[in-house]
C-alpha cells in the first residue's frame, strides 16, 4: 500500500486543491492542525506583500466525516484570497470582448518562464509562471498535515528550523537535538533556533533588500521517534534516501539536499565519518553519533532522520535581471512580479510536509493496513520482533 499526494491550482487562481490518496480509515483530524500548518508557512522575516492578502485556511471537501478519515482519498482546498484582484487575468473562461488580457513576454532568468514557453508552446510567461509559483506549496502543507496527523499516531513528530540565510550561518549545536528543542522556534523572526544568529540574519534580509537582491539559505528537517527498517536496499527506488532527496529538491529554488553530514563526511576519513554500534543490557542497540543522519543504506536507522534543503536567491527581483523579450527578440529588464526576498523560513515548513509524506509513504509500504489500528498493531508487533531497544 502506498500514498499518493497530487496538487493542483495557480498562484493567482481561484484555489489550491491537494488531494491525498492512501490514508487509512479511522485517523482522527483536527482542522486547527492544518491550518496551524498553512500559518506557519506565511510565516518569515522578508516576506512580500501576498502575504498581507492570504490568510490561508483549509476546506476539506472530501474523505473525512465526523473528524475521521473514511479510508477515500482526502481532498483540500486552499482559497486564493487575491484572485479577486485577478479575476480577469486568471479567468477559467474567455473575457468578454473589448477586455484584453495583457501578456507577459519578460521570462526571469532562474525561474520556469523561459523553458515553460518553449516547452508547452505558449506565447504568455504568465500560463507557465502561475504553476511554477511557490503559491504551489500551501496545498503541499495542508497534505503534509494529514500525513503528520498519521505519523503522529504512530509516535513519529517531523520538525525544522533554519541553519543559514545568505552569508550568516548558525552554529552547529553542542548536543542532539530533540523534539522539545523546536517548541518556540515559531517564534523566531527567521525560525532559526539560535538568538545571535536570528539577529544576524534578519539583519542581513534587511540589508540585501534594500540593495535590491533576494536571499536564499539553508533549512533543516528533523523526524523523530522512526523505527528502524523503513525503506529498503533493495532496489534504486525504494532506499529513502532517494525518495527524501527528491521530495526536499521538488520545493521550488531548493537545489540540493544531503541527509545528515553528507557533505561534511566527504571530506573526512572514513574512521571519522560513521557511526560506531553499541550494545548494552538496558539500552539495547545504540549509537553515540549520528552523522548518517538516521539512514543507513537506504533504510532509517532508528535515530533521528535528519535532512537539509539548500534553496538558492528568489529569482524574482525589485531591480530585475536582463532579460530577452519572447515576443520580440529585443533585450529587456525581466517580469517584476511581486516578490518576497526571502523565504527560507516558509521553505523549512514546506520541507516538513514533504517530509513527513515520504516517512509517511514509507509506513504505508511496510505496514500496510487498512485502518489505523490495523496500521498500529502492525508496527507494533515488528517492533517487538526486532527488540532494537530496550
Not at 500548518?37 to 476539506?60: C, F, N, P, T, Y
Not at 506565447?123 to 505519523?151: K, M, N, P, Y
Not at 513528530?157 to 541553519?163: C, T
Not at 545504540?286 to 538516521?294: D, K, P, Q, V, Y
Request: glycine share 12%.
Amino acid at each position: 500500500m502506498t500514498l499518493r499526494l497530487i496538487t493542483a491550482g495557480e498562484s493567482h487562481g481561484p484555489g489550491l486543491t491537494c488531494i491525498v490518496e492512501g490514508l487509512p480509515a479511522g485517523m482522527a483530524l483536527h482542522a486547527g492542525d492544518i491550518d496551524h500548518d498553512l500559518a506557519r508557512r506565511q510565516l518569515g522575516h522578508g516576506r512580500g506583500g501576498r502575504m498581507k492578502i492570504e490568510h490561508d485556511s483549509a476546506e476539506v471537501t472530501a474523505g473525512v466525516r465526523h473528524g475521521r478519515t473514511l479510508g477515500g482519498p482526502v481532498a483540500l482546498r486552499v482559497a486564493n484570497r487575491d484572485y479577486a484582484n485577478w479575476e480577469e487575468r486568471m479567468s477559467p473562461w474567455p473575457v468578454q470582448e473589448g477586455a484584453p488580457v495583457p501578456e507577459v513576454h519578460l521570462p526571469r532568468p532562474g525561474h520556469a518562464d523561459l523553458v515553460g514557453t518553449w516547452k508547452f508552446k505558449l506565447a504568455d510567461v504568465r500560463d507557465v509562471l502561475e504553476r511554477a509559483s511557490a503559491r504551489e506549496t500551501a496545498a503541499r502543507v495542508a497534505g503534509g498535515a494529514l500525513c503528520r496527523a498519521l505519523l503522529r499516531e504512530l509516535g513519529v513528530e517531523v520538525r525544522s528550523h533554519v541553519i543559514q540565510i545568505g552569508s550568516v550561518r548558525a552554529p552547529v549545536p553542542s548536543r542532539a537535538l530533540t523534539v522539545g528543542d523546536f517548541d518556540a522556534v515559531d517564534s523566531s523572526p527567521v525560525r532559526c533556533l539560535d538568538e545571535h544568529a536570528t539577529r544576524a540574519m534578519v539583519a542581513e534580509i534587511d540589508a540585501q533588500r534594500k540593495a535590491n537582491e533576494s536571499l536564499g539559505g539553508v533549512f533543516e528537517v528533523q523526524a523523530f521517534g522512526l523505527l528502524p527498517g523503513l525503506g529498503s536496499h533493495i532496489s534504486w527506488e525504494e532506499r529513502l534516501d532517494g525518495r527524501l532527496a527528491m521530495a526536499v529538491c521538488s520545493i521550488q529554488a531548493v537545489k540540493g539536499a544531503s541527509i545528515g553530514d553528507a557533505f561534511e563526511v566527504a571530506g573526512l576519513p572514513g574512521s571519522r565519518a560513521h557511526d560506531e554500534i553499541f550494545f548494552s543490557d538496558d539500552r539495547g542497540f545504540f549509537r553515540e553519533t549520528n552523522r548518517a543522519g538516521g539512514l543507513e543504506g537506504g533504510m532509517t536507522t532508528g535515530e533521528p532522520l535528519i535532512v537539509r534543503g539548500a534553496m538558492k536567491p528568489l529569482p524574482t527581483l525589485t531591480k530585475p535581471l536582463r532579460s530577452v523579450d519572447i515576443s520580440t527578440h529585443l533585450p529587456a529588464p525581466a517580469l517584476r512580479e511581486r516578490t518576497d526576498s526571502c523565504t527560507v523560513p516558509a521553505a523549512g515548513v514546506v520541507g516538513e510536509a514533504m517530509v513527513a509524506f515520504v516517512l509517511a509513504d514509507a509506513h504505508r509500504r511496510k505496514f500496510g493496513g487498512d485502518h489505523i489500528d490495523d496500521v498500529r498493531a502492525a508496527a507494533q508487533l515488528y517492533r517487538e520482533r526486532i527488540q532494537w531497544r530496550r
